[in-house]
């Protein structure tokens, strides 16, 4: 795999899977209204938590914050797509181009959406790093991810209320 495109669904139904099982390690699951497997564009849609950009009686700072701690939580998905596709289906490493090409796609997204320095952001991007690795580098997981993503493959769509219940069931949260 040397390339961020899918080679089939099985592909993509682990990698969105690897997306769930992020979002559940960053307590982040409210932030997802609905994945669907069959989206063309994003397979993930986000929760009004998500978009909330804040109002006059909440700080410029508290904004701010929840506009990077989004930022992490989407850097977090995308290493773990990759990291479940690779690690978990195809056992074997993620290549070094394709995380490289993730790091200078997360770095512009940095600068560009929270005008952070390029210290800030390697150290977000570390940080999805090492939680991905130490969750799909675990064997005793791998079972639970084939299962999510054959789930999805199965269902197709599912809810953020789904979502938990799926990951509860599979003892990942």
């Given at each position: 795999m040397n390339t961020l495109q899918y080679l089939?669904?099985?592909?993509?139904?682990?990698?969105?899977?690897?997306?769930?099982?992020a979002l559940a390690s960053l307590n982040a699951l409210d932030r997802v209204a609905?994945?669907?497997?069959?989206?063309?564009?994003?397979m993930v849609e986000f929760s009004h938590?998500?978009?909330?950009?804040?109002?006059p009686s909440i700080s410029p700072k508290s904004t701010w914050d929840?506009?990077?701690?989004?930022?992490h939580i989407t850097t977090s998905m995308v290493v773990s797509n990759v990291l479940?596709?690779?690690?978990?289906?195809?056992?074997?490493?993620?290549?070094?181009?394709?995380?490289?090409e993730i790091?200078?796609?997360?770095?512009?997204?940095?600068?560009?959406?929270c005008s952070l320095e390029d210290d800030e952001i390697k150290e977000l991007y570390d940080d999805a790093i090492r939680r991905s690795m130490r969750i799909f580098r675990n064997p005793r997981v791998h079972p639970a991810i084939d299962q999510l993503s054959k789930i999805i493959s199965?269902?197709?769509?599912?809810?953020?209320?789904?979502?938990?219940?799926?990951?509860?069931?599979l003892q990942l949260i």
């Open positions: 089939n669904e099985d592909d993509r139904a682990y990698g969105l899977a690897g997306m769930m099982v609905t994945v669907s497997i069959d989206n063309d564009g994003p938590e998500y978009y909330f950009s804040g109002s929840n506009l990077v701690q989004n930022f479940s596709r690779t690690l978990v289906r195809l056992k074997e490493e993620a290549p070094n181009d394709i995380l490289n790091f200078s796609q997360v770095k512009l997204e940095g600068h560009d959406v199965r269902k197709r769509s599912l809810s953020g209320r789904e979502i938990l219940d799926e990951l509860h069931l």
